[in-house]
Nanobody, 113 residues
Framework: QVQLVESGGGLAQPGGSLRLSCAAS????????MGWYRQVPGKQRELVAL???????QYADSVKGRFAISRGDGENTIYLQMNQLKPEDTAVYYC???????WGQGTQVTVSS
């Protein structure tokens, strides 16, 4: 079992930046996928960004060029640098990993003036 703990959410103005962190602990596989999803009320959870062991990354079209996902030196922590934030980025952001499929508790990001 893997535990994921997110931090770094909060309130930002349009055009501003936030950085999310996710620390994994427990039965972590040496080769895995980690990433971020987000969800707003009444909508399905959607992919934001993924990073695979070895460094391959994937982004949703809506965040390409604005968000950057990276791993920490120990490989069990990931970050999501969010720049040029827009009101439509407002959501609860969830950390994700597989295998085994695990989710964090979520952190709220609100973009508003």
């Amino acid at each position: 079992q893997v535990q994921l703990v997110e931090s770094g959410g909060g309130l930002a103005q349009p055009g501003g930046s936030l950085r999310l962190s996710c620390a994994a602990s427990g039965s972590i596989f040496s080769r895995n996928v980690m990433g971020w999803y987000r969800q707003v009320p009444g909508k399905q959870r959607e992919l934001v960004a993924l990073i695979v062991s070895g460094g391959f990354t994937q982004y949703a079209d809506s965040v390409k060029g604005r968000f950057a996902i990276s791993r920490g030196d120990g490989e069990n922590t990931i970050y999501l640098q969010m720049n040029q934030l827009k009101p439509e980025d407002t959501a609860v952001y969830y950390c994700y990993t597989n295998p085994p499929t695990s989710w964090g508790q979520g952190t709220q990001v609100t973009v508003s003036s």
